[in-house]
């Protein structure tokens, strides 16, 4: 009697084997850190937005930077949002001149926050951050 076909010790080898190679291959693609790393990128482009369309309002406007930016932190507040609490910089999407909208953090929860801030330190340079970073800093100071 001659039989074909794998032993329960062979196919539990081939199991087994290919069970390690799929943890291998998901440890090393690790999505979550893949789109952590897509999430800051967007908010290193948000924040180097807001950065270059207050620039662009100073400009235009004899180097006066819109008022509602201080030398105290602030959370910028969302298009057309109630901007309660918050730092409203509608001066900047007004007819979409500088931005067609305030951008918002990739994981943003809130109604009218943005997760991004933004402060004018003593020498009136301008600080753009996200607080919600994941895995760096995001803070451009110009």
Known sequence: MNKKGFTLIELLLVIGIIAILASIVIVAINPTKQLADARDAQRRSDVNTVLNAVYQYAIDNNGNLPTPITTTVGEI??????????????????????????????????ADETDYTIVK??????????????????????
């Open 77 to 110: 507040c969302q298009t057309g949002g109630t901007c309660t609490g918050l730092l409203d910089l509608a001066v900047l999407t007004t007819n979409g001149t500088y931005l067609v909208s305030m951008p918002t953090d990739p994981s943003q929860t809130g």
């Open 121 to 142: 330190n003593a020498d009136g340079r301008v600080t753009v951050a996200s607080p919600s970073a994941e895995n760096t800093t995001i803070s451009v100071t110009r």
